[in-house]
């Protein structure tokens, strides 16, 4: 007998494809998310399925996306895209939206959300703009 992972106690592949379900769906309804979700093809189709067997493996369930397309370098592959601390927050809106919405245990909620939260930080490659003072002559 295996032990279970958090995929086998969030649902499994049904809970996985509701999360990434409404996590699309916040991202194309929220308009604090517009940032990310220019980001994205106007069909997101592809974006779900992508994430859908990410979330499969990374959550302990079957490895469908290394299956698919290798190991996930998570970073490397989103390098083309612009991502500060906004659209990490965006994205983190989002994800945490949906995820209040399938059924857990409390302590894996928490569990999850930070480990995305810092999943979604190492995202970021761009440097946070800071308010220039160069022009603070007195």
Not at 29 to 57: C, T, V, W, Y
Request: aromatic residues 10%.
């Amino acid at each position: 007998m295996s032990a279970q992972t958090p995929y086998d106690f969030i649902g499994g592949e049904q809970a996985i494809r509701s999360l990434v379900d409404r996590f699309y769906f916040y991202m194309d309804i929220l308009p604090e998310a517009q940032g990310i979700r220019a980001m994205h093809q106007p069909n997101l189709n592809s974006a779900k399925d992508k994430l859908f067997k990410f979330l499969s493996g990374w959550l302990g369930g079957p490895n469908l996306y290394i299956q698919e397309f290798g190991h996930p370098m998570l970073r490397m592959r989103h390098f083309p895209f612009k991502i500060g601390e906004a659209e990490r927050d965006q994205w983190m809106l989002c994800m945490n939206k949906a995820l209040a919405e399938v059924p857990m245990d409390p302590r894996l909620h928490t569990n999850i959300t930070n480990a995305l939260q810092q999943l979604a930080t190492h995202m970021i490659n761009q440097e946070t703009e800071s308010p220039s003072t160069a022009d603070d002559r007195s």
